[in-house]
């Protein structure tokens, strides 16, 4: 929110010399936070002048220019070239002399151009930052001004002033109007506030222009209005200007002008914190109906576009169909235009839930949608279109017509039960009864003293405070949050990080230390991207973030090749990445059951009915290599990344969590069938390792090999050591031997492995596969594999004889398993 210092002064005296530092530290005291400064960037000297004469010379490029002799003010008229033409001789204009700096930064100089020495320049609205308008020149009396000549142009177009902007969160939508910043401006520095809304003269219909409530089918069981308020004002002057002064607070309010009409709505939203409407009256037909759209309706918004409505929508509408998508957008047809005459001032209260979803369903976040998702106060719609009606009167020239409506179901604020010492108690800080009750006092609410407490009724515009927590963070707001001390609570003994979340952490460090790159990315994807994992099914969101991503992934591929893709693109060749995440699988029915009500703990049933409605979301932890594992040295080659590394991953976290593994060879959507392993832990499988498929990697921008793993973290700590334990020093010597077996060229080395430690027993320390030999020498259609083994007994040193018996028992299975023989 935007908030000028001229227009704030207004309703709480501020300061002579009233900075933005001050301003913004005021409203800081009270809870907001400070966003940005806006001013008219803009120096002097900006002057009145009078054009005396000017004569057109047409240039050899096509162009012609106006050669004016301006009157400043000053003793003698100043010479100045101008390429306007919608001037004429005696009009006021914005005179900019040598020595003014304009938005930009666009300095004025005296300069000599087309043939003449130009001192000064005349200035369009947009070169003077009060709009886009560069069509011409400013003439000061399009906007009802004759001022004198050579006055100070900054301080009659309000140019001098300023604007602070805070950012305002959704429980304060109170805050979204210069009427709820100066309440709370008054509240941090005790200055006088004056409500605007006392000031608006009500004006009550005499007339009854008809209107009629038929939302017949309320959503979560709540009308989509609560009040909606009508008035009728006639013999509009359409050519009437928009004042200089309201021009400037718009634009700092980050409000372009549009038009009188238009602005005049717009001011008395950012004023009164109330969204208006207004309709050109004759082009409505009949009376206005309030309704939710049909399936497939279809309306034309202000914007030119065409929508189709869903039954959720609520619309304003007369006989011949929908003028007005409520409390978001009015409709094409029937707006205010440069040929109105005669208005209808719609303010209304929408249902806050209905123009939030509305407003998101149809990408319409417009300021108005913005006030009603927070809440409107529901008693400021009849002073604000009444507010609207004054200002068509006193700037437009209009007349008030007696026609209008009014209907108001607007529920009362429920009182609330604050018990005695209740606001001490949560906040932790003593606070008197005095500086309770002035504070709630202060912010608008009116109190009753009951024998536990006080009675507190909200103010109207405050539909956040609903209980006594939340009165209670209001009383230490308002007496100040300095007076609660910094202070960390003891944490109780005796706790500490969950095992799972020791070994989590345990997981990325080894990774960590290992060399390779923490990320975290979005969880959410595209069709194509859940596809990859190899899932034929996927969550998806009944409102996503982006909708082109509406589905929760299956697995941490797809966010690391994003990632990946990206340091590419910035010139990143060598990457070993890691992340540790959720992912979200489907598992029978899922969905969001019957929500509890709030306030209340639901029980254990009721928790129990939401955790099932929850889907499976365990952990996983993916790895993913590109480029040069080893970079190329003097004397040496480059090791590119690939199946390697990744198998290097499985073993490190195996090795970190103590989980016996074995790797065999497998399949998966994403990866090389010829380069794929998947990992098991006795009959469980773990998950895989390898290398992308080539045109997998083609497509998604990537190297030709990329080396790619991802397990079950959740299964990998089930399964590992209750505790991560270290080895213990070996205090004799190993005993090691090789082993060199033929086998078909079927049989996965990996159960050969495996094969090769069951028959070794409890002596072999150590196994490793280290060489995978295919050729003379060995029969066609089988292979040789070379295992080192490491022989160690922990009471005493071996014998080669003991080593050598282990190593036999070991061939002799696998010669029963997979009638493997040895190569001599």
Not at 267 to 286: A, F, S
Not at 602 to 610: I, N
Not at 619 to 635: I, T
Not at 654 to 678: C, K, M
Request: a negative charge; proline letters at 7%.
């Amino acid at each position: 929110m935007r908030i000028p210092a001229s227009w704030l002064g207004e309703f709480v005296d501020l300061p002579d010399d009233v900075t933005v530092e001050h301003l913004h530290e005021a409203l800081v005291r009270v809870g907001f936070e400070e966003e940005d400064v806006h001013r008219f960037e803009l120096t002097g000297p900006v002057v009145v002048g009078q054009v005396l004469s000017f004569e057109p010379e047409p240039q050899s490029n096509g162009k012609t220019i106006n050669w004016c002799q301006v009157d400043v003010g000053e003793s003698e008229p100043r010479g100045i070239v101008c390429g306007a033409h919608n001037f004429a001789v005696g009009d006021k204009v914005v005179v900019s002399l040598p020595g003014a700096v304009l938005p930009g930064p666009f300095p004025i100089a005296a300069r000599k151009t087309y043939g003449h020495t130009s001192d000064g320049m005349i200035a369009s609205a947009r070169e003077l930052g009060l709009g886009e308008e560069h069509d011409g020149i400013l003439l000061l009396s399009s906007l009802g001004l004759d001022p004198v000549v050579g006055v100070d142009a900054i301080e009659l177009l309000g140019l001098n002033d300023f604007a602070v902007e805070i950012n305002v969160t959704p429980d304060r939508g109170y805050a979204f109007s210069i009427r709820g910043v100066a309440r709370e401006y008054s509240h941090s520095t005790g200055a006088a506030f004056r409500d605007p809304a006392l000031a608006v003269p009500v004006i009550e219909p005499a007339e009854t222009f008809p209107v009629v409530i038929a939302d017949d089918a309320p959503i979560r069981g709540k009308k989509g209005v609560s009040v909606f308020e009508a008035r009728v004002v006639r013999n509009v002057d359409p050519a009437r200007p928009t004042p200089p002064w309201m021009v400037a607070r718009l634009t700092l309010a980050g409000i372009r002008s549009i038009s009188l009409p238009v602005d005049i709505t717009n001011y008395v939203m950012l004023e009164l914190g109330q969204p208006i409407h207004g309709y050109d009256l004759d082009t409505l037909t009949g009376g206005i109906t309030v309704r939710r759209a049909t399936a497939s309706e279809t309306f034309e918004t202000l914007d030119g576009k065409l929508r189709t409505l869903s039954p959720e929508d609520l619309l304003v509408t007369d006989d011949s169909g929908p003028i007005g998508l409520a409390g978001v957008m009015g409709g094409a047809k029937t707006e205010m235009s440069s040929t109105t005459t005669n208005v209808l001032i719609e303010a209304g209260n929408w249902e806050a839930v209905t123009i939030s979803r509305t407003a998101r369903r149809h990408k319409l976040p417009s300021e108005a949608a913005k006030r009603y998702e927070r809440g409107v106060d529901p008693a400021i719609a009849g002073i604000a279109a009444s507010r609207v009606a004054q200002l068509f009167v006193e700037l437009a020239g209009a007349t008030i017509d007696p026609l209008g409506s009014s209907w108001n179901e607007a529920a009362a604020p429920e009182t609330i039960d604050l018990p005695e010492g209740f606001v001490d108690g949560l906040i932790g800080v003593p606070y008197s009864a005095d500086e309770v009750t002035d504070a709630l006092t202060m912010i608008g609410a009116t109190l009753e003293s009951t024998d536990t407490g006080y009675r507190v009724t909200p103010p109207s515009w405050r539909p956040d405070l609903t209980d006594a927590p939340t009165l209670a963070e209001e009383v230490a707001r308002i007496v100040g949050y300095d007076r609660i001390p910094s202070e960390l609570p003891v944490a109780p003994p005796g706790r500490g990080y969950t095992r799972e979340q020791q070994l989590r952490r345990a997981a990325a460090q080894s990774l960590a230390f290992a060399g390779l790159t923490e990320v975290l990315s979005y969880p959410f994807v595209d069709e194509a991207a859940f596809g990859l994992a190899g899932a034929t099914q996927a969550i998806r969101l009944a409102n996503p973030l982006d909708p082109a991503a509406p589905f929760m992934r299956t697995a941490l591929l797809p966010g690391l090749i994003e990632t990946a893709h990206r340091n590419l693109s910035r010139g990143l060749t060598d990457l070993a990445l890691f992340e540790i995440g959720h992912v979200f699988l489907v598992d029978g029915e899922y969905g969001s059951g019957p929500v509890p009500a709030s306030g209340a703990y639901p029980g254990a049933d009721g928790v129990a009915a939401l955790d099932a409605s929850i889907p499976p979301q365990p952990w996983h932890v993916a790895a993913l290599f590109v480029g040069d594992a080893v970079e190329r040295q003097p004397g040496s080659p480059a090791v590119a990344a690939g199946i390697a590394d990744a198998l290097a991953v499985v073993h490190q976290l195996a090795a970190t969590l103590a989980v016996g593994i074995r790797i065999e060879a497998g399949s998966h959507a994403a990866l090389h069938p010829g380069r794929t392993a998947e990992v098991f832990a006795g009959d469980r499988s773990l998950g895989h390792a390898g290398e992308l498929l080539p045109a997998l990697a083609e497509q998604s921008n990537l190297p030709r090999v990329v080396g790619y793993v991802e397990l079950d973290l959740d299964a990998l700590i089930e399964l590992g050591a209750r505790e991560v334990l270290t080895a213990p020093i070996a205090g004799f010597p190993a005993a090691t031997q090789d082993l060199s077996l033929i086998v078909g060229t079927g049989i996965p080395a990996g159960a050969v492995l495996s094969t090769v430690i069951e028959g070794a027993g409890e002596l072999l320390e150590h196994a490793t596969l280290v060489d995978d030999y295919r050729g003379p020498g060995v029969p066609d259609g089988s292979k040789s594999l070379t295992f080192a083994l490491r022989f160690r007994a922990p009471d005493r040193t071996l014998t080669a004889a003991e080593a050598s018996a282990a190593k036999a028992a070991a061939v002799a299975l696998a010669a029963t398993r997979h009638a493997a023989a040895t190569r001599e």
